[in-house]
Structures are given as structure tokens and as C-alpha cells.
């Protein structure tokens, strides 16, 4: 099962320095400034489309489903399957139409499975953004932003991602204003962006994509002790695998890679944490020592095989006009990989179904 992404439009802009003290003040109460900043940012910001008409394939769509959704969703292509042949076959039973009790054989739409929908905004989210905006730093569980990237130029992004089957998200891209400024103004992120998905069509799934993108236009001020505490809590377990399956490996130097190259925000998450790092680390041992026979923890073991870039540098992001499948991807020893960073995550074999 694939998914058409039949375009994707980049939208980014500044919101003026000037009201950052008004929005700090009054925006999360008078909905008139909210859409005057829109307003705003709509009348200067530059929009572009990145790619039309790119399709991710079954190795890719297995691989995206495993990485970046935040609930558990085995299949969410094939409920779309599913629900494309609910919405089009209309099967009816053959009553009487005056007598036809509890309404069988309704037209009545069956629900959209929510899960399912979330997934599909959140695999196309964590593509774009790897290919458009920077490398994922974590991935935000319960709270908002949904991810946190990193920039080539060391600027972290809070990104958030939401998807739909009706026509558009214009609605949540106001809200998200509000959100993302708040972001803005504590200091924890550089910019904000949020990614739209609006599905189109069920089987095959196609779907548009829009990217809004913003920052304040002389930059947000960094709060340290802010971005700490919105990244430490969803990459704790992340350090304690990579501890463990390196015991020899600096701890800062973990951290650091995990942070896509911030050594200085590693040395200050590995100060300011280190307590607990060294908890995170005992409970991760005892459970692995708890069910060593029965091989239920995940940490430390993955049947995908990941290769450091020939070079040990970061791969740079998709150039405007490229393909971003072709430029993500590559084969070895007639294996393919997806680039991630400085590494090189190994795809599964295409379904050919």
C-alpha cells in the first residue's frame, strides 16, 4: 500500500517584534489579536510547492508508521481500504423502505477512525519535515508540540501535525498560531511549524500537504532551562538504550548525537540531569534482567539495521524541485536505506501485493 502526496505548499514568515509584549499580554484572551498576527503574517509571508505528485512506496510507508505516530496504528492504510469500500458500495438490505427498522441498510457514513487518520498526519509530518525542515530531535508524546527538530543552523522547530478527511485544517492552523507563539515567547523553540494533511482519497490514499512555518523576526531569545525540560522527558529511554548498548561510549557524546550534533545543549541536559540518567539506566537494567527470556523489551534490539553516512556528516535536506523520495533514499548491496540524520535506516523489502 502506497500514499500519493499530491502536492506540497511551504508557507513561511515572520511575525513582527513589535507584539511580542501584546501577545504575552492579551492574546490568549482577545481572539482580535490572534487574527490580526495571522493577518499579518499572511500579507508578508512567502508561499511556495515543494513537490507535486510524489508517491511513498510500501517499504516507506512501513518504515514512516513505525517512526513517527504517536498511537499505535497497525495498519492505517488498510483501514482507509476498508472505509473506501463502506463509503462506495452502499450495500442495502432488501427491506421495504417504510420498513426498515433500526435503520439497516442506511446510507449513514460509517466513523472515521480517528487512530487511523492521526497516523497517516503524522507519517506524512515526520517525512516532509526530514526532508524540508531539519532532523527529529524527539518525538512528543501527550503534549504539545508533536516533534522537535533540529535545523542545519542549530535551530530547534517545534512541529506540530494535524490530519483530516474533510477539506481543510484552516481552523486548526489559526489555533496553532496561538501555540506556537507561546512556544516562541517561553524560549523553547527557534520557530514553529505545523503540517497539515487533508486525505483526499481512501484507496489508494492522496493527500494534500500545506507546511506553515513562523518565527519572531529578530528571533525568539533561547530559555535553556525551558528546551531541557520539553526534550529530556521524550529522549530518557532513547539515552538509556544507547548507554547500554555502549557502555564505553561518553555520555555527553549520546546525548549529542541524539541532539543531531548540540553538544552544548547535551553537556547541560547531561548536568542537569544526570541523576536521573543514572536511574533511567538502573530501571532499564532490571527490566531487561526481568524479561531477558521472553524478549519483550525493545530497547537495544531492532531488526532494522542502521549505517553511519560514508562520511559521518548529517545528510543535507531535499533541494526545492527535487524528489524528496529519491533524495531520502538509496541502495546498498541491493538493500534500501532511508537517511536519517548521519545514518542510514534499512527499509523493508516492497510489498508487491
Known amino acids: 500500500m502506497s500514499v500519493k502526496i499530491r502536492n506540497v505548499i511551504y508557507t513561511e514568515g515572520v511575525i513582527e517584534d513589535s507584539a511580542r509584549e501584546i501577545i504575552a499580554k492579551r492574546f490568549s484572551t482577545n481572539k482580535n489579536v490572534l487574527n490580526g498576527i495571522q493577518r499579518d503574517f499572511n500579507r508578508n509571508a512567502s508561499t511556495t510547492t515543494l513537490v507535486t505528485n510524489e508517491s511513498l512506496d510500501s517499504g516507506i510507508c512501513d518504515y514512516l508508521n513505525r517512526r513517527y505516530p504517536e498511537l499505535v496504528s497497525s495498519d492505517p492504510m488498510q483501514y482507509f481500504k476498508l472505509l473506501k469500500k463502506f463509503k462506495t458500495l452502499r450495500n442495502r438490505y432488501p427491506f421495504h423502505k417504510p420498513y426498515a427498522p433500526l435503520r439497516i441498510g442506511s ?26 525542515i531539519g532532523w527529529p530531535i524527539c518525538r512528543c508524546v501527550g503534549t504539545f508540540p508533536d516533534f522537535i527538530y533540529r535545523t542545519q543552523s542549530n ?43 487533508v486525505i483526499v482519497d481512501l484507496d489508494p490514499i492522496v493527500v494534500d500537504v500545506k507546511v506553515t512555518k513562523f518565527t519572531f523576526r529578530n528571533g525568539s531569545g533561547v530559555n535553556t532551562q525551558a528546551r531541557m525540560k520539553a526534550i529530556y522527558p521524550e529522549i530518557e529511554h532513547q539515552i538509556s538504550d544507547d548507554i547500554l548498548s555502549d557502555p564505553s561510549k561518553n555520555t555527553v557524546d549520546i546525548v549529542t548525537d541524539i541532539l543531531r550534533g548540540d553538544k552544548n545543549l547535551a553537556q547541560d541536559i547531561v548536568k542537569r540531569y544526570e541523576s536521573d540518567i543514572e536511574n533511567s539506566v538502573r530501571k532499564e537494567t532490571r527490566r531487561r534482567e526481568k524479561h531477558r527470556d521472553t524478549k519483550l523489551y525493545s530497547g537495544g534490539e531492532s531488526n532494522v539495521r542502521n549505517l553511519p553516512s560514508i562520511n559521518g556528516e548529517y545528510y543535507p535536506l531535499c533541494p526545492e524541485g527535487s524528489s524528496p523520495v529519491a533524495h531520502s533514499t538509496t541502495q546498498i548491496d541491493g538493500k534500501r536505506y532511508f537517511k536519517e540524520g548521519k545514518y542510514l535506516v534499512e527499509l523493508e523489502p516492497l510489498n508487491t501485493e
Open 107 to 132: 446510507l449513514q457514513d460509517i466513523p472515521n477512525n480517528s487512530s487511523a487518520i492521526e497516523s497517516i498526519g503524522a507519517m506524512i509530518t515526520g517525512f516532509v519535515c526530514s526532508a524540508y
Open 155 to 197: 535551530r530547534y522547530v517545534a512541529v506540530e501535525s494535524k490530519a483530516t478527511t474533510s477539506s481543510n485544517l484552516n481552523k486548526e492552523i489559526t489555533t496553532f498560531f496561538k501555540e506556537g507563539i507561546s512556544e516562541l515567547v517561553a524560549g523553547v523553540c527557534d520557530e514553529a511549524a505545523i503540517v497539515t494533511t
